[in-house]
């Protein structure tokens, strides 16, 4: 049923040793992924990023501040964020203060930045 459909091939020599092949390449490829993250996270440790929002009585945000963001500041500090890699496992931030982000950068690697979020000045 799978040969048919091109779904599989007969185990000879030859396509195992080109099953091989290809099992080397893709595990090369996977290395180096690791490294260009492992890379970038080095470069993120221990960055502090600033943003600024309207704020209401007691420190609450109007509005609150995302993953994207936080990417957004993150970009433009200099370094290549997605909005997929922030996290932000207790929702969306509401408050201003001092928060540790987690960026899930690859599936074996994280890192965490510091975000800042204060008050927008009024214009008077």
């Known amino acids: 049923f799978l040969i048919p459909y091109g779904k599989a091939k007969a185990a000879t020599r030859s396509n195992v040793a080109e099953f ?22 080095k470069g993120l440790s221990g960055v502090v990023v600033s943003i600024t929002a309207k704020v209401g009585d007691e420190g609450k945000l109007f509005g609150s501040i995302g993953t994207a963001e936080i990417a957004d500041a993150l970009v433009a500090a200099g370094h290549h964020v997605e909005k997929r890699e922030v996290r932000l496992p207790e929702g969306p931030l509401r408050m201003v203060g001092d928060y540790e982000v987690t960026l899930h950068l690859h599936a074996d690697v994280n890192t965490v930045v510091n975000v800042n979020v204060a008050a927008e000045e009024e214009a008077e």
Request: charge should be positive.
């Open 20 to 41: 091989a092949a290809l099992r080397a390449e893709l595990e090369k490829q996977a290395q180096s992924i690791l490294a260009a993250a492992h890379v970038r996270a």
